[in-house]
């Protein structure tokens, strides 16, 4: 069978008979040479037949245009936009990135291999390929309660699944660099695959070792010294381009000033809303904006399509040539780089389709699991001291450990810390296991008055993380929480203001997009209202304010976590 | 115990622990970013450790000399040169070449997989990294008579071979566009590895289907037009140039003009005798070509390193960096590009080192099987009409098939060919399966006088092939040829004036390259005395009138062979 259809194509390649489908007259992006060249395309069965003249039972004028392998977008995570994994992938697929390498690590910390199995499973049929790097840090860190422990025992059953491309980022550079057992076992079980790497910031003797530990990429270089002590280092640099992250300027700026090989650099977005993709693009906008900062267009090509297609072994992709994948992106022309058509596997994707959603097992909608929580155990007993307060800083999700004087109240004679203008609550309550556990914690700089604010996203965890001006909305906010297995919430004066319920993990929701945007455009205007102030994503940012990897001073459900200490406090005011 | 090691290497990739040894004050080339970098290469355990500041137990003072990643050459047959293949190996090794894919395509075709485990064993232990393609053409046509088939089947049992990379040239391109079950059963087989190829000269519609049959290098390209249309197609180009086969300048000068991306260039020998890996080098000699040509030095080398290593999934080859095998290639300077030393796994490769053979095992000594050889046989009937004559022409393989009357003498009141000094005889008779086949034909422009040359090397069957200009000298090489179990054999008036056995499969000797040289250096002489031109060498050339892929004309064991026809004559006088 397999025979007989390539006897079908070898006729087509050679002319001597029609293919299925040819693409007449284009301007061809050859990435394996950068080149461009005149003539059609012809495609069969999804596939590249040949390109030079040829004739088709369908034709596609393209009139000069240009076609360009589909787009590779070589790392990114697909919960942040809390729509499920296909809705993200067709937005961003209309943007001609056809191909996405993910990283489901929020989903395996809650729901462990289950909900890898729902990335794997949500992404089968959309119009795009997925694949999927093995979350590599689940927990996060020793001190982290999340919902399920990724051993490499676990992650073996996965070894054979062609869509599982390699190890995903591996955060944990110390246990890296240390030779810690278990992180060892996961990178040698990876041996012969891609290992996605997470480390900014290393010296060059930790680089190296870490390099030495099986690395084989990055995405988290901010500069271009960086990227290039990476790159020295055999890694290969995904420059990032995402919602938050935005590397591009700096790394390309350095590329076109010493005249880099870009043989070593790819693009990613890591975490990019649907608003912006909608607004600005997905790696089309990568390579638009790097070749705005004057990289040879066809060099930004390379970077988009054959060196991630090289780096993760896709062979398949990346190239217009026989026998690849017909995954093209269409541009009008070379200097304005806009995209008219994407086609994957040959097929056009239709703007806008609607899609049926695949059903989530229902296990994964029933994650949200609280015991023991009350609004007694909300309270903090003040003795007098100072306190270790979370200074939140606008446009950062690091955070200042400020020692200082809080406000408090008595009641029945004992004094318990009390909100005001400047200091109040937040609270982080674990999710997954009804451990009963829960910290409580002072913040400063966040600003909320009259009411709560409460998500069950919140990194990488995902236990429920809240925080207000007084125990009644911030009680209410949680139980809201937990009624609707997971969310966002907004609680003021006594009453829910709004909640957007995010039931699958308690990260994402099945709603639909325009569902979840009309429930946030009303929500955080409603929190910047409440005195939240502008340079806060209320939500996002709040979600950051449990995770135990980024400086100063965090709130976890095992008390008040001081980073570069690595100290637990059991409450804000111990020492 | 590999963690332990790893923690070793940790340490002394921080600087925290003297790494073993240390090349101190070099300019390292970075392939992976095209840059000479200054600094120091610290080796553990024959991997590279780090690229820095380093101090070590041992350390080797560069004096700013550059240190380049070891060598690949990309494609290679060791048979040619007619020593084992360890020999070969450590000659070009001591040029710089650490890494040797290597296509056992002549040892295929006599002993089938047992000549390609003789390859593997030979090469285990010599100073570099010998890899090997599954040759995919043995026999080489429908009609030749060799001594093992390689199909599907049988290649199986290699897949898992680490050092098996995928499947050697595809010199048969119309059984891969035609869909031929037997050749697709091997592309399918090796659908997950790399498939070279050989296909120069295709149409563009039949190089796109080729391409379709997943077919991914090619090193049969001679000039630059088609080395860019084999890139365009997908695949990657290997630069040959070897003993007789010189592509380099073509393609290089093209390159040069066009300032072409070299990504998708590599470069390679094929065929390259020890004599003159001697005399210019190994892969070096081609970098140092290349430059002199105007390509700059770093794609240079960078096509002899990253980029083979790249083609061919060498994930620990091919760069300087944190994990890779300490292979190196050690430079005087820039400009004149001379290797100074070589180092294989971090440990110097010694100048001449004598080291102790491999013993062969005795079956492949005892290859040579013939049945009902005869001087009756060798007799050539003279019908009166014209024959159809092999036209030897010098610097050249192809020959031409011209129709003319040839000499006669009667016996015993018949006509039989006679040789005069312008025709002599030529016979091919197999000598694998006792099979008895056996043909004569009529040569012209090869000259011999008063004697015979007979070789069992004769592509690609390798039965055996002679020529002179009677019969009983012809028989007494032949004889010779049986009684040495193969070889190359010289025959003067009666006498045996010569013979270099080639016992191991009837290819190659174990006696040692200088015994070979040696015995190669008087008979050599002799056959341009005996008439032999100069534009030919006597057995190289000799060995290739059998081949039935090469126009115009060829001898077989089945008769005589008009390729351009497709079409089998009993003997000369035949229509």
């Known amino acids: 069978m397999e025979l007989e259809v390539y006897r079908k194509h070898s006729q087509m390649a050679r002319g001597l008979a029609k293919a299925e489908k040819v693409f007449k007259n284009g301007t061809v992006f050859i990435s394996n040479t950068g080149e461009f060249v005149k003539g059609d395309v012809a495609v069969s069965d999804g596939i590249v037949i040949g390109v030079g003249n040829y004739s088709g039972l369908e034709e596609i004028d393209l009139d000069g245009k240009i076609i360009c392998p589909g787009f590779i977008d070589s ?33 395996a910390n809650v729901s462990g291999t289950d909900g890898i199995d729902y990335i794997l499973d949500q992404t089968e049929d959309v119009p795009a390929n997925v694949y999927v790097m093995m979350p590599s840090c689940v927990p996060a860190t020793h001190i982290d309660d999340n919902g399920c422990t990724l051993s490499a025992g676990k992650m073996k059953a996965y070894l054979d699944n062609p869509r599982i491309l390699g190890l995903g980022e591996v955060m944990d550079a110390p246990s890296v660099i240390n030779g810690n057992i278990s992180m060892h076992e996961k990178l040698n079980l990876f041996r012969n695959k891609v290992k996605d790497g997470h480390a900014p910031f290393l010296g060059a003797g930790d680089l190296a070792a870490y390099a030495l530990g099986g690395i084989n990429t990055d995405h988290e270089c901010v500069d271009y010294e960086y990227a290039m002590a990476e790159a020295r280092n055999g890694m290969q640099v995904l420059i990032r381009e995402g919602s938050a992250a935005r590397n591009l300027d700096a790394i390309v700026k350095g590329i076109v000033e010493h005249h880099t090989d870009t043989s070593a650099f790819c693009f990613c977005t890591d975490d990019k809303h649907i608003e912006e993709i909608r607004r600005e693009g997905h790696i089309n906008y990568n390579v638009k904006r790097a070749v705005s900062l004057g990289l040879p267009v066809e060099k930004a090509l390379q970077m988009a399509t054959i060196q991630p297609a090289r780096c993760y072994g896709l062979t398949h992709l990346g190239m217009i040539a026989p026998g690849r994948q017909a995954d093209f992106v269409i541009f009008d022309n070379l200097m304005d780089l806009n995209v008219v058509d994407v086609y994957h596997a040959g097929k056009k994707i239709i703007r806008d389709e609607k899609i049926e959603l695949k059903p989530c097992p229902p296990a994964l909608k029933n994650t949200v699991h609280v015991s023991g929580f009350s609004e007694e155990r909300l309270k903090l007993k003040h003795p007098g001291t100072k306190a270790h307060v979370i200074q939140m800083l606008e446009h950062q999700i690091v955070t200042k450990d400020v020692v200082e004087e809080v406000p408090w109240k008595e009641t029945d004679g004992k004094r318990y810390f009390a909100s005001d203008e ?23 700089g966040y600003g909320i008055r009259n009411g709560a604010i409460a998500s069950s996203v919140s990194h990488d965890s995902h236990n429920i993380i809240v925080v207000g001006d007084n125990d009644q909305d911030m009680v209410l906010a949680v139980k809201e929480l937990i009624h609707t297995q997971g969310g966002y919430t907004l609680v003021n004066n006594g009453k829910i203001y709004g909640t957007l319920p995010l039931q699958v993990m308690g990260l994402m929701s099945d709603a639909g997009y325009e569902n979840v945007n009309a429930a946030l455009s009303r929500m955080i205007p409603k929190a910047h209202e409440m005195g939240i102030p502008e340079g806060f994503d209320p939500f996002i940012t709040l979600s950051f304010m449990a995770l135990p990897v980024i400086p100063e001073i965090r709130v976890t459900p095992r008390g008040i976590y001081l980073t570069s200490q690595d100290r637990m406090l059991a409450n804000p005011f111990h020492n």
């Not at 067709?90 to 990283?103: E, K, L, P, Y």
């Not at 200091?423 to 556990?437: M, S």
Request: with cysteine; hydrophobic share 35%; aromatic share 4%.
């Open 75 to 107: 790392h990114l995570h697909l919960e942040s936009t809390l729509v499920t994994p296909g809705e993200l992938v067709r937005q961003a697929a209309q943007c001609g990135t056809t191909t996405f390498i993910v990283d489901p690590h929020e989903s």
């Open 422 to 444: 400047n200091y109040q609550k937040i609270a982080v309550i674990e999710r997954h296991k009804n451990t009963g556990k829960m910290g409580v914690g002072i913040v400063k």
